[in-house]
């Protein structure tokens, strides 16, 4: 069953991008992540101009994060207080990417900016989160008791001013690095079209040493919000979302979000992080050989006006 797709200009199979956003949505639920690191690269590889993927996908995260932030809030994992302070910081790196996204378009960068920026993040993060998860495995395998978090431990963070007790973290830390963190994500979702929770799940670990178990429910609450406002934005100013493919995607997305986040309770802290480095690796590494083939169509001709 096909349908057309009015601001990608296609035409789309209705159950490849259902099954896409029911497999996306389990991601979500177990990890903590919007899944626009997977998704975005899925939409763009599939056809969809880069420009479409990004704005559409910020819709889809938006469903996806609801379902996986509530099956989180009946678990008591969502620190509200810090997924307040990581929003603030989300909503103003937003609306500059929003900026930045039309500039990009006007000039005719986009499209390799994008790719830039999936390899360069996902290869970095995706390689560090993969090292250091091996090494907490192994460690424990060999009976070595390992804890993200030592009692007594301080860090640079703890000099900084403006700090707020996080009960639900069990952190008494300045407001600074959240709020800062949060901004880097919001930048990141306006460009890249994803909710940022792979940035945010590693920056909240060993960063800031939030427990993992309230980092997957903390990371999705502030998800919801800032995605709903990078949407907002996208519609408004670079008329790139794709109303259509975003509800496919979204029906498939809170329904695969629950499993996800029953499956997420299985898994041990590290083994998450594990599973989470391979998927960031993998989607960096595609986009790294699709940035440097011969494409099939030396020459071809677009619209300049379909989401360049």
């Given at each position: 069953?096909?349908?057309?797709?009015?601001?990608?200009?296609?035409?789309?199979?209705?159950?490849?991008?259902?099954?896409?956003?029911?497999?996306?949505?389990?991601?979500?639920?177990?990890?903590?992540?919007g899944?626009?690191?997977?998704?975005?690269?899925?939409?763009i590889?599939?056809?969809?101009?880069?420009?479409?993927?990004?704005?559409?996908?910020a819709?889809?995260?938006?469903?996806s994060?609801?379902?996986?932030a509530?099956?989180?809030?009946?678990?008591?994992?969502?620190?509200?207080?810090?997924?307040?302070?990581?929003?603030?910081?989300?909503?103003?790196?937003?609306?500059?990417?929003?900026?930045l996204?039309g500039?990009?378009?006007?000039?005719?960068?986009?499209?390799?900016?994008?790719?830039?920026?999936?390899?360069t993040?996902?290869?970095?993060?995706?390689?560090?989160m993969?090292?250091e998860?091996a090494?907490?495995?192994?460690?424990?395998?060999?009976?070595?008791?390992?804890?993200?978090?030592?009692p007594?431990?301080h860090?640079?963070?703890?000099?900084?001013?403006?700090?707020?007790?996080?009960?639900?973290?069990?952190?008494y830390i300045?407001?600074?690095?959240?709020?800062?963190?949060?901004?880097f994500?919001?930048?990141?979702?306006?460009?890249?079209?994803v909710?940022?929770?792979?940035?945010m799940v590693?920056?909240?670990?060993?960063?800031?040493?939030?427990?993992t178990?309230?980092?997957?429910?903390?990371?999705?609450?502030?998800?919801?919000?800032?995605?709903?406002?990078?949407?907002i934005?996208?519609?408004?100013?670079?008329?790139?979302?794709?109303?259509?493919?975003?509800?496919l995607?979204?029906?498939?997305?809170?329904?695969?979000?629950?499993?996800?986040?029953?499956?997420?309770?299985?898994?041990?802290?590290?083994?998450?992080?594990?599973?989470?480095?391979?998927?960031v690796?993998m989607?960096?590494?595609?986009?790294?050989?699709?940035?440097?083939?011969?494409p099939r169509?030396?020459y071809?001709?677009?619209?300049a006006?379909g989401?360049?």
């Amino acid at each position: 069953m096909y349908f057309y797709l009015p601001v990608a200009e296609m035409s789309a199979n209705i159950f490849i991008f259902l099954a896409m956003g029911g497999a996306v949505g389990f991601l979500s639920g177990m990890f903590g992540v919007g899944g626009g690191f997977l998704m975005t690269p899925l939409l763009i590889f599939s056809g969809i101009a880069p420009a479409v993927a990004v704005g559409t996908e910020a819709a889809q995260i938006v469903a996806s994060s609801v379902s996986g932030a509530l099956a989180q809030w009946r678990r008591r994992n969502v620190d509200v207080a810090m997924g307040l302070v990581l929003l603030a910081g989300g909503v103003a790196g937003s609306v500059v990417g929003v900026q930045l996204v039309g500039s990009l378009r006007r000039l005719g960068l986009f499209d390799f900016f994008v790719g830039i920026c999936y390899v360069t993040f996902l290869g970095v993060i995706g390689t560090l989160m993969l090292i250091e998860s091996a090494n907490t495995i192994r460690k424990a395998r060999g009976g070595v008791v390992v804890s993200a978090r030592r009692p007594g431990q301080h860090s640079w963070i703890h000099g900084l001013p403006l700090k707020i007790r996080f009960h639900r973290s069990k952190l008494y830390i300045s407001a600074i690095p959240p709020f800062l963190i949060g901004l880097f994500v919001g930048l990141l979702a306006a460009i890249m079209g994803v909710g940022g929770g792979f940035i945010m799940v590693p920056a909240m670990i060993y960063l800031l040493r939030v427990p993992t178990n309230v980092v997957v429910g903390t990371s999705l609450f502030q998800i919801v919000f800032l995605t709903a406002a990078t949407t907002i934005l996208h519609a408004r100013q670079n008329q790139t979302v794709d109303v259509v493919l975003a509800l496919l995607l979204m029906v498939g997305g809170v329904i695969g979000a629950q499993f996800g986040a029953a499956a997420g309770e299985r898994l041990k802290g590290e083994q998450l992080r594990f599973l989470l480095a391979m998927l960031v690796l993998m989607v960096g590494l595609r986009f790294a050989w699709q940035l440097v083939a011969e494409p099939r169509d030396l020459y071809s001709l677009s619209s300049a006006a379909g989401g360049a």
